[in-house]
């Protein structure tokens, strides 16, 4: 038999079938987990993004208990600094001859494990609980000229035969129905109301414990509405399914006053923790669409979702790291403003967004991308600042998903690496895609002038000052044309109003 191991078990690694759980021997082999200082405060983490791990580490050590497994646990009470000094203390108590872990999510954490200086082997597992392995993408992106997602979902639909008929080709015809997926919110259907998991005496006491700990971090803790275990991640999905999914499709890129979560699944913090596997959350989409119960468009944007953008957004992150982070195409450098950590502004889509995301940890890919990242990229923000932003305000955000999304879709600070044109909009879009305007002291229909919508005039000026950078991409040609086609004196009007916009918006201490 093979010499017992000591088994490290991050937060983000909750799956007793994947990674360095999948062979382990009860009774043999010794767990550890802990819950340290170091990794609680690496950025100002949203409380409930703290608070959901520590309380689903801890349910996750009671049932590898119940299942027979010694589990060294070491709480945050304990005053461990940092997981080298967990692991010294788990070999010390086990007197186990290895430490085996699989590998973690974020290159800074691979980086100093790498630099552990132990008294014992430490063996290394992938993460097998990802569909496209590092090396299986890294050989998909060889001597490609361009990585675009879609080619990547394509290979990955055909891998695992997800939405494909007989033959082997895409259901309906097409790959892709994101065109039938962008329905704005008018107030045309009924939200139906979204089950909040129960809150049990572990997940209380860590309510309690974060709350002691972190005073200054954002998160509402009054609202905490998160599952902690499969189980209730389970149901959450289920829920989804049966209620959420026949017109997530439509409304995924809709926002509303009314709701934050309107039909989307909430189930990306399941999934990047471990408590529901990618694989199975598509088929059974896959399964609901094929019982009529709900639309092909809707079916295939959720998979694509899943199947073909988390996983691209990883192997985007593993295959460029640790340079990808230092990436600053458009020399973005305007500090982030204060009103980030409080959403106190004006500009009632941003304000909704930023509110949203502070107090629940949560805003859909449409807020973050086209309202909050939209705002930071028009503005020039300092692109570290607001990577570092995104990473600690959002449940779901760890490094490997966060950085991508960010530094490469937000800001276009990689020069066009992951998206073919940066994501910019106007006021007309935001006004499109929701209600928000009309609560918004500020008209999507003007450009300069008091009460013109901030993003009108921004969206104009950042194509003026990236000219060079825009002027030969084909998918701006349009944008570029319009804004040369107006009159010298219209185009030194809107660059002096967005000026004095910027001046008023970034001033420090305004929020």
Known sequence: ???????????????????????????????????????????????????????????????????????????????????QQAVQSGLLESGASKVRCCEPGEHRLLRAMQSWQLTVPMEWVADDRFLASHEEFASWA??????????????????????????????????????????????????????????????EEVIELVSREFPDNPGDLNRFY?????????????????????????????????????FHALISMYLNVGLLDPLNVCRRVERAWREGHCDLAAAEGFCRQVLGWREYVRGIYW????????????????????WFWTGNTDLRCLQMALRQTLELGYAHHIQRLMVIGNF???????????????????????????????????????GGFMASKPYAASGKYLQRQGNHCASCRYTPST????????????????????????????????????WQRKSKVDQEAIIKWADTELDRLLAPGRG
């Open 1 to 83: 038999m093979d010499a017992a191991a000591l088994i490290l078990i991050l937060g983000d690694q909750l799956d007793a079938s994947h990674g360095a759980l999948k062979e382990a021997r009860p009774g043999v082999d010794t767990i550890v987990m802990a819950e340290v200082k170091e990794e609680a405060s690496y950025v100002r983490h949203n409380r409930h993004k703290i608070a959901f791990i520590f309380s689903a580490m801890r349910h996750f050590r009671d049932a590898l208990r119940k299942q027979g497994f010694r589990v060294l646990y070491y709480p945050y009470e304990s005053g461990l600094p940092s997981l």
């Open 142 to 203: 060889k001597d490609r000229k361009q990585l675009r997602m879609e080619y990547f979902y394509r290979t990955m639909r055909r891998k695992y035969r997800i939405l494909l008929d007989e033959d082997g080709k895409p259901e309906g015809g097409k790959w892709n129905y994101d065109n039938e997926n962008r329905r704005g919110w008018r107030n045309r259907d009924t939200i139906p109301p979204r089950p909040r998991s129960d809150i049990d005496a572990i997940t």
């Open 226 to 262: 998160l599952g902690v275990t499969a189980a209730q991640a389970e149901r959450q999905f289920t829920w989804f399914i049966e209620n959420g999914l026949p017109r997530f499709g439509k409304y995924q890129d809709a926002m509303a006053e009314e709701s934050p979560w309107l």
């Open 319 to 338: 295959l460029t790291a640790p340079e990808y982070a230092t990436r600053n195409t458009l020399n973005a450098d305007k500090p982030l403003p204060d």
């Open 376 to 414: 930071a990229l028009l503005s020039g923000l300092n692109v570290q600042q607001v990577c570092d932003w995104y990473l600690a305000v959002y449940v779901d955000a760890f490094e490997w998903v966060e950085l991508p999304n960010t530094l490469g879709m937000a800001l276009h600070a990689d």
């Open 447 to 482: 450009i300069t002038g008091p009460g013109a919508c901030p993003f009108n005039s921004l969206y104009w000026h950042f194509l003026h000052r990236n000219a060079d950078q825009f002027d030969a991409n084909a998918r701006l040609a349009l944008a570029m044309k319009n």
